[in-house]
């Protein structure tokens, strides 16, 4: 049990809402880093993960497979955030959050952790001074927070 409700009903909405997360930001990148800020393009947005990662001359050199590799990368690290979220919310409804106010400081905290990560991983990682950057790497995390938090909530009503 994890505040009243059992580990499987937890594993589940943390499970679904990381999928939704992940497919969402996906969304966002395929829209505004694609689309509006022309900043890479569609195809290359799975293969992105392997890049930040392992690095560009990594990426190049699987091929298509690079997509496969940021694609696993991408939902496995979207279902594990999913669950952390699920794990951590009933006991903030308890003390009367809403799920969406919980998600806006955990996007926040994504975007270190995973930008951290990516910084301590390698070498070829974006200018995170650049303030275009940020925003953008505030924003697509926020893009995966709300969702994965409005499905939890509703998996654990």
């Known amino acids: 049990m994890i ?3 059992p580990a499987r009903d937890v594993l589940r909405a943390g499970l679904t809402g990381g999928l939704a997360g992940g497919a969402c930001i996906w969304v966002y990148e395929a829209i505004v880093w694609a689309g509006v800020q022309h900043l890479l393009p ?28 940021g694609t696993l990368t991408h939902f496995g690290f ?19 959050w809403e799920a969406t106010a919980l998600a806006l400081p955990f996007a926040a905290v994504l975007w270190v952790v995973m930008h951290v990560a990516i910084a301590i991983a390698g070498h070829e990682h974006p200018n995170y001074l650049d303030p275009n950057v940020v925003i953008g790497g505030v924003m697509s995390h926020l893009f995966f927070a709300v969702p994965l938090a409005l499905v939890v909530r509703s998996g654990l009503r």
């Open 3 to 5: 505040a009243g409700h």
């Open 42 to 69: 569609l195809a290359a947005i799975p293969a992105n993960a392997v890049g930040l990662m392992l690095g560009k001359a990594v990426q190049q050199s699987l091929g298509p497979w690079a997509s496969v590799l």
């Open 78 to 96: 979207a279902l594990i955030w999913g669950v952390g979220f699920a794990t951590i919310w009933p006991w903030f409804r308890k003390r009367g």
